[in-house]
């Protein structure tokens, strides 16, 4: 069986929501050992919603998935020690540390190194200067409410989904991985920061919107609905008053979409009425409205089932939109994708749970494995990373600076 | 100056759009030595938007940047033969390729390890099976659309942001890393897969959205508007019209709005009237409308200065709502960030650019380098990498089967 391509190597993280704990968990499905410390109790995101009826958060249980677990009270001297301690225990493969906790006091970058020269350290922040932030007001000011959902309200709308956070949380994983190559080259840890603000407006810059702005040559106050940005692409309603997103955004897409809808047939009229050529993106973007408004019979007069044959049949860029109940039974949540298996959690029940994205030829996927309960490995932990002695975790549990499993 | 933490990487990139762009580009922007080819005359992507009047792609210009590039005849033999010379030249540093064109025929991994046993590659595909997919086809089945916008419609509202590509070029990053160090410790390569759809079911899952769905606990169709999910966070308007996004996610967070708002009056009545604990996040996401009922005549009778004041004084998260033109001037962007600085790309002028959004204590941040023109440097890397000669790179010209710079 494969241990995964990470295996061997150990990270600790402390943390909390979306960013760090997918980081870590993102490195934990490569086969890493990730070994997660919370506050007695739980820390900030322990009820995270999604919650089930018995209070148990799907949120917690979706973003630690094959961790290990540990409780101490951070709180404390002797908990804050015991953290420094497991940071900074010795090994090659050791001496990694994840988090968003503030990287200053017991956590500083310089006191932890005092310990163990080599330690590579990501700290992740709200802002470049250390102050905070969340997905949710990050968002805002990157621009994209603005020119997010229909055109008949100028209100902006936030995003539900944490995007900047998710990509916050997969580039710490590709810094962490560097900064252990730089050691394992040189001998030399550093600390690594990248903070969720950065990452969102680097990606406004990115992606070309912000040289654009900055150019004069977009005020980013047009709502285009769900128009794709820059060619054609939008959606329509089905007889059976069923969505589907449909997309010409290359060449072949475009003239499959074209030739399946019969759209052929009035392409030249199109042309001439908007003076553009629907053959590059720009004429498909300038003209979309009017793309779209002799499109929207074909779809009105056909029921989704219809659609799809049709447009499967010519491989047009197409998909039904679906609701989360419904995405449970896409093809690619089936047996036939190694990526979803069903997993039970304690105290929740069995339900379909994704391991990593990233398949390897040689090293393998590892399978979905659950998140830990909250403690369910300070014993261990406590003993093969610093070695302690029974009774020494015994006198730490009577001094309340550890707890165990708790469901 | 540093030359970054992944000096001496070399990987070659055959790419389009933005997830392998953006894999490749996360690389480059840490110090690898980046090597795109494309398609004589550009690829796909080389015309998408944002474009300048000129029609330069500030999209390409952005997602490129910090690499170089080599034009070649893709169609032809010859030109195949040699992007397979690129992807296994010889070389620890070398034999890494990343690339979202079909692994298959001249891409295929078999083939292309038969001249370097060792190689590394990441092929990104659309969907689990080799399929293809965009982001905007992959994120109306994810089911965020239909949870997205405000309530009065129950159309779903499709992205803007391509999220589920940035996701996967960050976490292809993170494969190509992984992969190297098995080989650097295994001397085994190998090929890594990972798809759109993948990325994205897999993170529905990860946010435990889809676990409540089999659960039976979400049906995935009620819209919320701006309204922050499980907990308490929304939008207000301020007397002179501004949009602004305020969080209370944590206990601070909530406490620290409750106070600044005097909102803290009106708990008890509200918790009486909903029977639910302002104090925990499901009693807040119970009652967010009447909370922002009670929050909305504070923000309609102040300013955005005046708002800006008070919750800035109590360390509330909020935020304004920008445009990417007001993007530009957030202190976020101005000098004191390393990440921006002003850089001219050829032929479109000069305008705030990125650098990568990880920063390393010790191998530092590179400043941001602008993308290259198509085929700048098709003569260095044949020379280079390849060893060719003067009179058979001249052969390759004449041939048709690599060009120049074009502007």
Chains 1, 2 share one sequence.
Not at 15 to 33: K, N
Not at 218 to 241: A, E, M, P, Q
Not at 384 to 391: R, S
Request: charged share 20%.
């Amino acid at each position: 069986m494969t241990t995964g391509v990470l295996a061997g190597m150990r990270i600790i993280e402390g943390s909390a929501f979306v960013a760090a704990p997918l980081g870590g968990m993102t490195l934990a499905q490569m086969g890493a050992d990730v070994i997660r410390f919370d506050q007695i109790g739980g820390g900030l995101d322990y009820h995270r919603w999604p919650v089930t009826d018995g209070g148990h958060s799907l949120f917690w249980a979706g973003l630690n998935k094959s961790k290990r677990s540990i409780q101490i009270d951070l709180r404390s001297d002797a908990g804050r020690e015991l953290v420094g301690a497991l940071v900074t225990a010795p090994g090659d493969d050791g001496g990694m540390f994840l988090t968003n906790f503030p990287a200053r006091g017991w956590l500083d970058y310089a006191r932890l190194r005092a310990e163990r020269a080599d330690l590579v350290m990501v700290a992740l922040t709200g802002n470049f200067d250390g102050s905070s932030e969340v997905d949710y007001t990050v968002n805002p000011a990157t621009g994209f409410p603005y020119v997010t959902g229909a055109g008949d309200s100028d209100d902006p709308v936030n995003s539900v989904l944490p995007a900047w956070d998710i990509a916050l949380g997969n580039l710490a994983a590709a810094g962490l991985l560097a900064g252990e190559r730089h050691r394992t080259r040189t001998g030399e840890g550093q600390l690594i920061t990248a903070s969720l603000s950065d990452v969102a407006f680097a990606m406004v810059g990115n992606l070309g919107r912000l040289g654009h702005a900055a150019l004069g040559r977009d005020s980013g106050t047009v709502k285009d609905g769900n128009h794709l940005y820059g060619t054609f692409g939008t959606s329509f309603r089905t007889l059976d008053r069923r969505h589907v997103m449909v997309v010409g955004l290359t060449g072949r897409q475009w003239s499959a979409l074209r030739d399946a809808t019969g759209l052929i047939d009035r392409c030249a009229e199109i042309e001439q009425e908007a003076g553009v050529d629907l053959d590059t993106d720009t004429g498909r973007y300038v003209a979309r409205e009017r793309i779209a408004e002799c499109l929207c019979p074909w779809f009105a007069q056909r029921t989704l089932d219809e659609v799809a044959e049709i447009l499967d049949k010519r491989q047009v860029a197409w998909a039904p939109y679906q609701t989360f109940a419904e995405l449970l039974g896409d093809r690619r949540l089936s047996s036939a994708n190694s990526l979803f298996s069903p997993v039970e959690h304690p105290g929740v029940g069995t339900y379909p749970m994704p391991a990593s994205p990233l398949d390897f030829s040689e090293s393998g996927r590892l399978p979905a494995r659950r998140a830990p309960l909250l403690g369910e490995h300070t014993d261990e932990i406590l003993t093969e990373v610093l070695g302690l002695a029974d009774h020494e975790i015994g006198t730490l549990y009577d001094n309340g600076v550890i707890a165990g499993p708790t469901a």
